[in-house]
């Protein structure tokens, strides 16, 4: 894991948020290749549950949502932890994480029933804490201009149902698909950006006719973890976790959990949730509209049940990054230069591979070749999120490519200046293929799409 | 204006925010087809700012920053708007908004001097507000806790400054670019979604030597302006405003706004700013941390300008759709159907369009036809945003096509099923052809691409 985060903050990808300031507790910057991994894992979810199919719309709807939202949808009431206090400094702690005197995850006391913070020994009675993030619309912070950062974006596919539903005539079964940031004022955070208070979901809320909701989640299951799967995060690392009855979420009948073998455990990655009526029929009561469903061929009415698949970008990037990473002692022996430090390889799948192709002139200090990469690197610009690079011998620029996960790398060389044709190297297999400069655009997208 | 509002409630555009709760003021929800519409935009920003340039890196931030953020920025001390309130019902008013003894823009009162709420002519003096919403980082809801949302994308591409420019090994002018939302407070909102509460930026802070910040300003505000333009806004619709030197934010040199003629009137569309190196230095000084630029060919050190091309998503979706909105009275001339409503034909550019193809059977109760379409359909569907529509008369269809702006209709008829072409229809033209169903995928690429 440590050399994970390393990387993460040496070429790019993610940085501690606010690091200047010395940070502020889990929250997570991503850096310019991070944001790219990220967009092109969004644009994969987008291409596969909006594009390809014909059942599922988008919505992008904003952070701050009517405050009775969340009295209906139970949050107000139910998203809660049990937080006990220090009498003598204030610290909170979790009390559901007390286990046999010791604060679990939570610091570490000299003594068992000891405050980690200033060895206090009494705490008050636990008390409900909201996860809630509050705010206040407009100008006076009262309760009645208290409104809260929503801690799922599902809500909003049920308070625009019928928005949604008749504007663009879908008959059930159909989803309401939502990309966006959600936020959880955690108490116990921690493992990188596991868990962070402010993180990004890609929910589908995907509503059936009653009855036909067991299938359909079975369904759901499936396709959700063929979807990670198909991403890069290897099947071996992945299991189901089904919740038991007594455990389950306020508003659920069934919940499994696709967890992920990370580096500190196996841990929720993915859930899929039956929500039955239960959001559609609070937002009913709470609002006297009625959020049913009208059913033309036979003629029937009915509030709609619903599967949740829901997945936290920031953690499924997480896994994808740890089963990607591969390291080899002592380096790969492509090139003459010995290589005396690890070696490291992000084996990320194309499709989501930050940058795309590098392009490297052989040598830096001969005017024709550097003149001919510039050129192919024009060339190709318009097509990849592409990276040129001459600083280094050719050996460690692969190297730095490899590291960031660049499935292709060109190189010009003198052969080019003749035949007009360049190396291709395969950053996995490391074989290296002559292509003609007017081929490479074609080539390099049809194997990118494949 | 209230034929654009109309269309995007009736097309699943865009929706009043928790609308089934009455609405939170100046809050938005994007329906299905504006949710791809504005993907549609972003994409084409960061296609245009991240793939096809190599001087700009792209990082991705969360909504709350290290709180000495906003001490450091400015923000916390400058960000307010003047409020006065009433003594008898306390709403609050924005000051400097009073003009002539009355408030322009926030209510009607009987008489001049009047609260617009309750009629009370007595008001507090001016306070100064501050427009960030404020939250609480844990447990506990004190000063020490207090957070803020953002007011701007823009601070974290410069407290990340030295974290982007070292992992990416920028070599300055260069540029770290957001898109995400903001937040602002605002107490005076309206004209749809052109001031809201929650909105969201494409900003792009550019960084270079301080001496050559004025050439590089006139550069971008022409770049920001194309960009703009290219996107389908009319170039006689948008007049460059240049801030008065006693009217400057606190942070800027030279600002010139690029406003656009919304129905409402002239305003403000987007901005370009020269922010000097205002921001750098006051987070070293807040941080303590060094937020400087090694040049190494010249062998000096300095603290960088940057120039802030700055991007209300939302205001330029706004643009968009009133520039592509045509209303043509007694509708067009088409079908032998007598039409009397007006028709609406959306012109949006091709590039941003939410459904670029439509495919259409030409009668519902073949089934030879409606098998053919289905085929037809999911043949593009792995390429494109793609309807398929079998309901009603299809002059009707063609015309929901045009209202939600998509270029080209595919129509299935009775010569598909001997010849295995189609007719491709254009939006703007009508015009008909007949198309090959094989060559189909690669006719519509290519004019989706051009």
Redesign the interface.
Known sequence: MEKIVSLC????FI?Q?????????A??????????L??NIKNEW?KTF???R?DI??????????P??WEASGHIQNFTDP?IECKKC?A?FRADYMKDGNFVGQGKAKEKNQCVQCGGKDFTEAKQ?NLM?????????DDAHQ?F?RPETAQ?MF??F???QE???MKIPFGIA?IG?S?R?E?TTGNFIFR???FEQAEIEYFVKPGNDEKAFEEWVTIWENFIINLGVKKENLRRYEHKKESLSHYSKRTIDIEYKYPFGWSELTGIANRTNYDLSQ?SK??G?E?SYFDEENKEKYVPYVIEPSLGIDRLLLALLTDAFDEIKGGRTETTESVKEEEIVLRLDKKIAPIKVAVLPLVKNKENIVKKAKEV?QLL??Y??IQ?DE?GSIGRRYRRQDEIGTPFAITVDFETLEKEDVTLRDRDTMKQERIKIRDLANVLKERLES
Do not use: C
């Not at 903050?9 to 790019?12: D, E, I």
């Not at 948020?17 to 507790?25: A, H, K, N, P």
């Not at 705010?135 to 912070?141: H, I, N, R, W, Y």
């Open positions: 903050k040496r070429r790019g940085f948020s606010s690091e200047i300031y010395g940070g502020v507790e929250f997570w910057d991503y850096g310019p290749l991070g944001a790219i990220k967009n987008l909006i594009q390809k014909n719309v988008l919505i992008d709807t904003p952070v701050i949502m009517h009775k939202t937080l204030n909170r804490f993030f509050k705010t206040f619309l407009g100008s006076v912070e409104a950062l909003a308070t625009d019928v928005l949604a504007s663009m005539r939502q940031h936020f004022n108490i962070s208070r402010e937002h709470f609002s509209k959020l690197y610009k318009p990849f999120m040129y600083v």
